[in-house]
Structure formats: C-alpha cells, structure tokens
C-alpha cells in the first residue's frame, strides 16, 4: 500500500495568484513568466505546464500545476489548497478551480458533497508493467504478479515451480503454472501431481493368450505348450518333439500347444508315450519288462522288451571283483584293493532305440543320485563306444546327455559303461560310479 503525502498550498504565497492586472496607463499584454494574457478578461491567466510540457516530471514523480508554475510529486502525494486570508483576495471576478487543487485528495473524485474513490485500474490512471496486475484500493492502487510469477525489479517472472519437486515422476513449468507427468505404465492420480499405476490389462494390452498387470508395466504369458515370441507379446507353439528323444517310445507328433505319440506298426498305444508289441510286452522306465509271459526266457534271466520283439539277459550281470547288491546295482567292495582305481557302484539300464533315428540325437539322461557340498562330477564314457557313435555332452555339475552321434543300423547291441567321476578339492576326495547301459538298436525278427 502507498502512503500519502498531502501538501497544503497557500494562494497568498504566490504573487499574483490567479492572475495579473497590468500596471495602470500602460497597453502593453506582457505577462510574467508562469502566465499568459487572456484576450477575454483582459487579465494575465495561469499556464497549465502539466498539458503544455511534453514528459514535465520523470520516472516515478506526478505534475501538479500551480500558479505561475508546476510540482514534481509522487503520486502518492495529495494536494489540498488552504484558503486564502480574505484581505490578500484581489477584487474582481472569482478564481477558477483547478482540477490539481479540487477540494478532493488524489485518489479521489468529488461526488454531490463527498468525495468518492476513483478506480484507477479501470481509468487506466495507473503506471503498472504489462506484466503485472492493477488493484484497485482505497484512495489509491499497487501493481501485483499474477498468480505463478514474481516481481523481480519492476517486472513480474515466471516462478519455475518444478523446482519445488511438486511432482512425484516429471514436472513441466508452464507460463504462470506447471503440470505433472507420469512415466509409461502411470498416469496422474486426482490430485494432480502423484502417479498410479495403469492396468494395461483391463485397457486392451496386446497380449495374445494371458496377461498379467504389474507396478507400472505388464507381462504377457501363455498357455501351456507354447512360449512367448521375441516381441514379448505373441505365443509361438512349442515343438515338444525336438527337445528330447524320450518324449515317446517310437513317434512324436507335434500339434498346437501339445504333442502325442505314434506306435509302429503291430503296436498300441499304452497310456500317453509306450508302445504295447505284439506279444504284450509293455515298458517300465528304464527296464522293460514282458507282462504276458510269451517270451523264451529261462530261469535267472529278464526279460527286456525291445522294439518288435524282447530280450532275455541275465539277473546277476557283475563281474569280479563286484557283488550283486539288488537286482540291477553292483558294488566294489572298498576292502579290496583291486577296487581302488574302479567305480564303486555300476547300475544295470536297459533301452532301445530304432535304426532310423535321426543324428545328432539325445537319447539318455545321466543324473546324480547324491549331491555333496564342494564336490564337482565329470561324466564321460568309460567303455563300449569303440567306433565313436555315441558322446557325453554335460548339462550341469550333477547331470549329462548320452547323445547318437552316427547313424546306427540294427539288429544291435551296445553295452555302455557311463562314468561320473565326483572331486572334492577341499577334503581331497575322489570317487567315481557307474551306469552300465545296454542300447539295443532294431529292427529285431523272432
């Protein structure tokens, strides 16, 4: 708010108030300085040097016109004229009012008897910067910023209210204001400036098959039998039948999300993956086994099912210095000394594969039946691949891969010695067992 200065100004103090008579007897219309001859009354008239003067008061300071010359004020400033001793009045016409010297203070205007406000905004009597905003007060005015600016000097800024951090994710400063934005995944909650996160789910994500919302993103998923595509957005059918040989005895078919297994001729299909042979052999795991009792073998043998017919082999298969500890596991007893530099256990499996397999092809999977802290298990092939058609390829520290590398024609019979060799370097420990694995290749006549 500005203050008021009010000067009171007396008539009697300027010689020659309101205007000059001419000396008597002499025709000459000189006025002095200040002052102008009016053709009219015959007598010397104020000069209003407020409307004649271009520009008469600078920078923040008012003209206010007097007799015979002018004020530099601030416009704060309010002028009141004190009344004239009447024995200093000339005689003769009354004075003129002067709208400098009205009986109002500045800022004010007179109305009937009283003097109102005069709104200097809406007359535009003020001396506010574009840039800022005129508010009218009483008697008076002051320049204000809008809302979002500063004063800076005589001019209003722009407040960058980003740097306020207003906003939780990115804040935008706008002429005056600013607004939030969220990253993707977002989008600006009710309040304007924190972010919630988006259900691109329920919002037409381009998922094909499932779709699964998550904080500020989403995934695709799908079904069982297929993956998803490198776009992350399209689910690819799964080809179950090149990932391994085992998923079925003989065939495997792959269809849309799922796979199924085809027997050879004279074959049915048992269950989902065996194969059920003319003579009612069926497979269990590993070993196979005859369930009808048609086969030829003797006493003390098994009988191995194998493609288009069986095999008969021996229950007891170990050899010295071995000792049969169940019905397909030997055992290399650690008291004798001929078992030190031999695997301490070789476990009997049996399988069967078909002459025209495909190559390179997995074929059978090695594990580790125990797993001790600190030890690391090799896997190699001890014995029986004289001519290289088969090779090891490990998958990690407790299992490997038994892979066909050349193609083999039957009727035949491989017997494989598998060794995992296990190294404990901290307790400077070594052991090794065995997988003896007998691969008969068809096709087989009986």
Partial sequence: MRGTLVLFVSLSLLQGTMSQTPPEGDSLTECTDGYEWDVQSQHCKDINECVTIAEPCQGEMKCFNHYGGYLCLPRSASVITAPE???????????????AFGSCPVGYQ????SCVDVDECILDLHDCQPSQQCLNTVGTYSCQCPEGYSKIGLECVDVDECRYRYCQHRCVNLPGSFSCECEPGFQVAGNNRSCVD????????????????????????CEQGYELGPDGFICNDIDECSYSSYMCQHQCANEPGRFSCICPEGYQLLGTRLCQGKHGEVVRGALFVSSTGTHQCEEGQTCVNIHGGYHCTDHNRCQEPYVQVSDNRCVCPVIKPECRELPFSIVQRYMSITSERSVPSDIFQIQATSVYPGAYNTFRIRSGDDNGEFYIRQINNISAMLVLARAITGPKEYTLELEMVSVNPLRSYKTSSALRLSVFVGPYAF
């Fill in 198 to 221: 988006v259900n691109e789910c329920d919002m037409g994500a381009p998922c094909q098959q499932r779709c699964y919302n998550t904080y500020g993103s989403f995934l695709c998923r």
């Fill in 110 to 113: 007179v109305q009937g008897e």
């Fill in 85 to 99: 001793p009447s024995s200093q009045a000339p005689a003769g016409p009354p004075p003129q009012s002067n709208e």
